[in-house]
């Protein structure tokens, strides 16, 4: 006899995605576009959670509303949960700590992995919404202090800032790819001892086919690690043939 568990709603929604409070175009690729995973994830905003606040501001008040978010995505039944803004590492100790599930809240959780991977004398490239934001809060988040890497931000492309930081609700695609391309060839161009890319904001997927055609390097961002998680809590048995 087979038995189903219940205690949930609904079933099925492996990865829980907190969600900033946004408006803004979220194509395939991006962690907030559904299409991007080919497995079922459960959406949840976090209301008030706008990129000003979590990128320009760094808002400490936003802990809670996200441990909150946390704590219903997991009552809800999800195995893992993650966020739709790498910013938001400097809450993941937090965050970790107030759920009994997995959290990945940023891509920037990949850098020491990514670091290990690569010989003494690579460094790891990272392409951010605003590096003029990012410190060292983030890097103590995710884990970063001993490792080496170089920074680029995307502040002096305005197709992408005005959509991902500014909020404009519509997104000219090719505009922003030619941008994200410019600016990974720009880093590797200025940090010529890269050994690989990690892409810290989480609508920056979309473009990382055209990144790694352009620099030859390893992409990694929020959907690569969101993919690894998902593979350790969807395991499936292996088939035994006869020799």
């Known amino acids: 006899m087979t038995l189903a568990q219940g205690g949930y709603t ?58 909150k978010g946390a704590r219903a995505l997991e009552k809800a039944g999800c195995g893992a949960i993650t966020t739709s803004c790498g910013f938001l590492v400097m809450f993941q100790k937090e965050m970790a700590a107030a759920v009994n599930i997995p959290v990945l809240s940023s891509s920037l959780l990949q850098v020491p992995f990514v670091a290990r991977m690569l010989g003494p004398e690579k460094r790891v490239g990272i392409l951010t919404a ?73 609508n920056m997927p979309p473009f990382a086919f055209a990144i790694q055609q352009a620099v030859k390097l390893p992409v990694f961002d929020i959907v690569t690690l969101i993919r690894f998680v998902a593979t350790g809590l969807l395991r499936g048995p292996f088939s035994v043939k006869s020799l």
């Not at 890097?139 to 490792?147: L, Y």
């Not at 931000?153 to 790819?177: C, D, R, S």
Request: proline share 6%.
């Open 130 to 202: 605003r590096a003029s934001s990012l410190g060292h809060k983030h890097f103590q988040g995710a884990g970063m202090e001993n490792c080496s890497f170089a920074i680029q931000g995307m502040e002096e492309y305005p197709e992408f800032t005005n959509a991902f930081i500014e909020g404009h609700t519509v997104l000219q695609i090719e505009k922003a790819q030619e941008e994200m391309v410019d600016a990974a060839q720009k880093l590797v161009k200025e940090n010529p001892d890269l050994g690989a890319i990690v892409l810290e904001c989480t």
């Open 10 to 67: 609904n079933q099925g929604q492996t990865i829980g995605v907190l969600m900033l409070d946004t408006k803004f175009p979220r194509i395939p690729g991006d962690v907030g576009n559904a299409f991007t995973f080919d497995f079922p994830v459960r959406y949840q905003t976090v209301l008030g959670a706008n990129p000003t606040r979590v990128v320009k501001e760094a808002d400490p008040t936003l802990l809670q509303p996200f441990i």
